[in-house]
């Protein structure tokens, strides 16, 4: 995946800090051993610095792991890379919140903090 594809626009209160929630519920992926779909959602709080995320982008980025194989770990983490590299927050999480397979739920979250 790439953060180029990724569009962000500029933060109308850069000066203030205020929290964005986005939660993409119909996340999907393959699983990399078995090759079935992998379903769950995707949720993302951040704190923008000059940038904010751009959502329909944000939407057909995330339609781009549809036919990717990966873990849910794997996924969660460079989600949360890509979308930082688009954006450059002062703080942003991503939780993988994956539906369970096999009787076994799973969720993955990953942190950044603008150093």
Same mark, same amino acid.
């Given at each position: ?26 996340? #999907? ?13 995707? +949720?993302? @709080?951040? $704190?923008? !610095? ?25 996924? #969660? ?13 002062? +703080?942003? @999480?991503? $939780?993988? !919140? ?18």
């Amino acid at each position: 995946m790439s953060s180029s594809k990724i569009e962000t626009f500029p933060n109308p209160r850069p000066g203030r800090e205020y929290e964005i929630a986005i939660s993409a519920p119909e996340f #999907t992926s393959v699983c990399p051993i078995t090759g079935q779909p992998d379903f769950g959602e995707i +949720r993302i @709080t951040y $704190v923008p !610095d000059e940038l904010c995320l751009e959502l329909k982008s944000l939407k057909s980025y995330f339609f781009g792991y549809r036919q990717r194989g990966v873990f849910y770990e794997a996924a #969660t983490n460079q989600i949360l890379d890509d979308l930082v590299a688009a954006c450059q927050p002062r +703080r942003m @999480t991503v $939780v993988g !919140d994956f539906t369970p397979r096999g009787g076994i739920r799973t969720s993955v979250t990953a942190a950044y903090a603008k150093p």
